[in-house]
């Protein structure tokens, strides 16, 4: 399974989806950056889970919150004093481990001399402004969800959502972890798509199945096996303290099973606790019966950074020498390549420009006149892209073009009039 790992992230590489940071400097300890190709996929990603959980829905809105807030949220959140992890250092070679993964001795050099656990905070500190001391201290967000809360009351006045309803975003969160690792399963900075579900106390039960089933459709979508997916139900103790029912949706990684997805009962925590703190009513006014509450809150949290790597893990295929990537049409980089037969006829290149032209106006398609058909399937085949079409002579006479299809193989003719239509059909 870790030459899987291996594959993917050569691959990765190679056709672009994936580069390590600062790579000519020697790089940065688990820093990636996003290929032409990755940053393609990643977008992909995220627009279709807005689309699918905000767009087509009237009971959730978006949000777009800045990274930077007032300290005093996340004094009143609970991270400045509780979003830690404990830390062992290694007294030989001075690695530093989390405490629950490295068992009785260093994963670096073996040694068993290790100091005794001590909790280290995950916040990164910075400071706003040209003046370095604590009044003016300020940290990058940990997370998403402290922006829903705080802005619950604008959404309320300046939409027209009631309970049940949900405030979603998507973004960059930092996090100052102790052993990044395993490719981009584990960074300092990645991206998360969630949102915050604000119900009635005694409906928590039925909308946290409903969004359970949810979850798993939206696995579904990014050509996931579900054989691979499995929820781990989080005991009372291990649970944030807020949390009244918590499952981790875990995949069965190339370096074991580990967390993917989250999904969370949370209560009334959140609102209650920033309601005290901040002495602004957060409480909801239901329109048609006059009732006032805090309302409680069903938390579907999806981890972009891990929604690309299992989507790259799950659809790598090997089918004897020919290397491809079985990505659903919706979200591959590229939803077609059009090719001329031979790049040195100009009556082809001609003829395949002017339709790749025509294409692009529509679609994600990319042009490839380098080397002969075979490599360009080949090359077309690793990056994912579903359908490669190409112009013969045939072509010149009829007005249709070969088809080849990325998962089996097999080509066929079309008509170049029927091409628009057959894209949209299949992309979907």
Known sequence: MTQLL??????????????????????????WDYGPLGVELKNNIKQLWWERFVRRRDDIVGIDPAMIMNPKVWEASGHV?????PLRECKKCHERWRADQIGDSCLNCGSKDLSVAR????????????????????FLRGELAQAMFVDFVNVIKTSRVRVPFGIA?????????ITPGNFIFRTREFELMEF???????????????WRQEMHAWIGLLGIDSTHIHEHEISKEDRAHYSKRTIDFEYDYPFGRKELYGLAYRADFDLKNHMTKSGEDMSYTDPETGDKFVPHVIEPSFGLSRSVLITLLDNYREDGDRVYLKLPPRIAPYKAAVFPLLSNREELRK??????????????????????????????????????????????????????????????????????????????
Not at 81 to 85: A, E, L, M, V, Y
Not at 196 to 210: H, M
Request: net charge negative; charged share 30%; aromatic share 16%.
């Open 196 to 210: 915050e579900y604000f119900i009635r106390e005694n409906e928590w039960e039925k909308w946290f199945e409903y």
């Open 6 to 31: 291996e594959k993917v992230i050569a691959l990765s590489k190679r056709r672009g989806f994936i580069f390590p940071g600062s790579e000519i400097y020697g790089g940065l300890q688990n820093s």
């Open 119 to 138: 909790n280290f905070n995950l916040l990164f500190r910075t400071f706003l402004g040209p003046i370095e001391d604590s009044s003016a201290e300020v």
């Open 351 to 428: 003829k395949a420009r002017g339709l790749y032209t025509h294409l692009k106006s529509q679609f994600s398609v990319t042009w490839d006149d380098r080397g002969n058909i075979g490599k360009r399937y080949y090359s077309q085949d690793e990056i994912g892209t579903p359908y490669c079409i190409t112009v013969d002579f045939e072509t010149l006479e009829k007005d249709d073009v070969t088809i080849r299809f990325r998962d089996t193989a097999k080509q066929e003719r079309m008509a170049v009039k029927d091409i628009d239509v057959f894209l949209k059909n299949n992309i979907a």
């Open 81 to 85: 004093k509780g979003f830690t992890d």
């Open 169 to 177: 975003a998507q973004g960059q969160v930092f996090r100052n972890e």
